[in-house]
């Protein structure tokens, strides 16, 4: 597509981000607070018995939501790793895997969360789709709205129900920056319910960066 001279960048810039942010609004209407409830639960499980960790697993930008996810519970105090980091330990019954996927058929988080389910671990998946293939192997699905990779036809209706009509974000952009924004302040509660400060987690911040 060749780029417009008629319209101003910022004005481009702008308009995206009030779309997204509308999105996100909208899409706190569609997460069930039960299922919300049940994740706070198993995570609160598992800050009072440190012999059990948690590993987070998404790939691509899922990935790095992840990641950024899994830094604030190691603020926290947790006992959390990120797969395909090298220091990974093994899983074990009692662990809890949070596997985040939009479109739930992503090859490797399947299979990395089958693997876990067959030891024993706890499975709480991520998607937009609680059908998926990774839904169905979880223990507890945390349905979070998105335009993801999958059939334009679901994606379609997915943001004819939402009220957007175009997609300024491509890919799996709308479902990354929501799970960001969830899992940031499921951190908040969890803080809450835990009676962590601030300052506690900025003692954990790393001290050596590059």
Known sequence: MAPSTNTD???LVAHAMEQITEFIKKAVEE??????????EVLSSVYSDMSKKILVMGAGRSGLVGKAFAMRLMHMGFNVYVLGETIVPSVRK?????AI??????QLIVAAAEAAKKVGARVVAITTYP???LGRIADLVVRVPGRTKMVKMDDYFARQILGIHEPLAPLGTLFEDTTMV???SVIYSLMKRLGISED?????????EF
């Open 131 to 133: 059908e998926s293939p």
């Open 31 to 40: 997460i069930d607070g039960g299922s919300v409830k049940a994740f706070i």
């Open 94 to 98: 009692g662990d809890v895997v949070i």
């Open 101 to 106: 996927s939009g479109s739930g058929r992503t």
């Open 182 to 184: 969830f899992l940031d």
């Open 200 to 208: 506690e987690m900025r003692q954990r911040h790393a001290n050596i």
């Open 9 to 11: 960048s910022f004005q």
